[in-house]
């Protein structure tokens, strides 16, 4: 992929209507797969060289979020796209369905939990929006979380308003405090899909990423997409931007993100720490008794 392809087309940093079938699920023209293999090879080591200053720098704390519908390539982007990053100052974080410690407290509780510290790149994969998506879908799902005055079968008109309201001043608040938020929509298409569920049920080394759970969701493949463009429109903001990214090629998404996360690690300016007087004072010691020895 070319450095300077235009990518604009991706970001959403302003709430309002969105309708997801005007972007593209596949980019067929934007490189050969050795090209976008090459460029992400790239920006790996970019951004690998740029947590290391995030890292020793410690003032923000990057969160990736990453959302999409069922074998859109979550977990293979954010390895593919990261691998490089040392360890100690990345972490990921899987969201599942919420366990009894977590229905027991407000929805956003595990995940302000999870969020990064300074210095750090935190990825979530699956977030908070599973609350406006999954949830959304499944209102029934809301009976295990003990929400006075809520009954699931005749909610309120306001009660999604009001998540998406939560969503917004949980992330403003994020902001404020230094955290870069870049909220990831793996966007693929439907046939796409039926294409890896398919490759996971005939290839044998493939056979345990298959949930028969999975293809019975497929069933509410509208409904999906009109609540992930339901969020996306709802939250969108310039501190905590959207990114649809094309996901029908898996290599063509790593790429993109790759490329996103680059140019956003570097329009923050890292630089390494400076050392004071008294810091430099202290090298000077240290290179004595090291001599001296």
Not at 12 to 29: N, S
Not at 44 to 65: D, G, K, T
Not at 138 to 160: K, M, N, R, S
Request: proline share 5%; with cysteine; charged share 30%.
């Amino acid at each position: 992929m070319r450095s300077d392809a235009d990518l604009s087309f991706c970001h959403i940093d302003k709430p309002g209507p969105l309708d997801l079938k005007k972007h593209p699920t596949d980019l067929p023209d934007i490189a050969t797969k050795k090209a976008l293999k090459a460029a992400l090879e790239a920006d790996r080591e970019r951004i690998a060289e740029l947590q290391e200053i995030l890292y020793a720098q410690a003032s923000y704390a990057v969160l990736l979020i990453f959302q999409a519908m069922d074998a859109a390539g979550k977990d293979s982007c954010i390895q593919h796209v990261l691998s490089g990053v040392n360890p100690q100052g990345c972490s990921v974080t899987s969201f599942k369905a919420p366990s009894s410690e977590e229905l027991a407290h407000d929805f956003l509780w595990r995940h302000a939990k999870a969020i990064p510290a300074r210095g750090m790149i935190g990825v979530h994969n699956r977030s908070h929006y599973e609350e406006v998506l999954v949830v959304k879908v499944h209102p029934e799902y809301l009976a295990a979380q003990h929400i006075p005055g809520v009954d699931p079968t005749e909610l309120p008109a306001t009660f999604w308003e009001d998540r998406y309201a939560a969503i917004r001043n949980f992330e403003s608040y994020l902001a404020a405090q230094g955290v870069i938020i870049m909220k990831f929509f793996l966007h693929m298409g439907k046939a796409a899909q039926k294409e890896r569920f398919l490759e996971r049920i005939d290839d044998p080394k493939k056979n345990w990423k298959f949930n028969l759970g999975d293809v019975k969701e497929r069933g509410h493949w509208e409904a999906y997409q009109r609540a992930y463009a339901e969020a996306i429109g709802a939250t969108a903001a310039p501190h905590a931007p959207w990114y649809i990214v094309p996901a029908d090629d898996q290599w063509e998404t790593r790429a993109i993100v790759g490329r996103l996360v680059r140019e956003r690690l570097e329009d923050l300016d890292l630089r390494m720490p400076r050392s004071d007087d008294r810091s430099r004072e202290g090298l000077k010691t240290a290179r004595q008794l090291l001599n001296d020895e």
